[in-house]
């Protein structure tokens, strides 16, 4: 990878410089992301089966409530633009 970083120096066009990503600065926050995710499976994996499995039938109820949020949202857009199609036709219902 320091071949990398050379490479993009070298290979630097002067008009873009102030476009380009802050490789040093990319490689430190990736390597802190990495720490971090290593931490949490460390974690993770000390926890009793009984705390994970909670976990993750919390997380599909979220996931559930979410996609029911996502649908009913939908079917009142969709009742309401037919109602107002109705209405547009001339047909409000009346007797």
Do not use: C, H
Not at 40 to 47: N, P, V
Not at 79 to 91: D, E, V
Request: hydrophobic fraction near 35%; avoid cysteine.
């Amino acid at each position: 990878m320091v071949e990398f970083g050379l490479k993009l120096e070298d290979n630097k066009v002067d008009k873009w410089s102030t476009k380009y990503i802050d490789y040093e600065k990319l490689k430190a926050i990736l390597k802190r992301a990495k720490s971090g995710f290593e931490y949490r499976d460390e974690l993770i994996a000390r926890m009793p089966a009984s705390v994970i499995a909670e976990v993750n039938q919390e997380r599909k109820v979220r996931a559930l409530e979410s996609s029911n949020s996502l649908m009913s949202g939908r079917i009142s857009l969709l009742s309401n633009s037919g109602r107002s199609a109705n209405q547009q036709k001339g047909g409000g219902g009346g007797g």
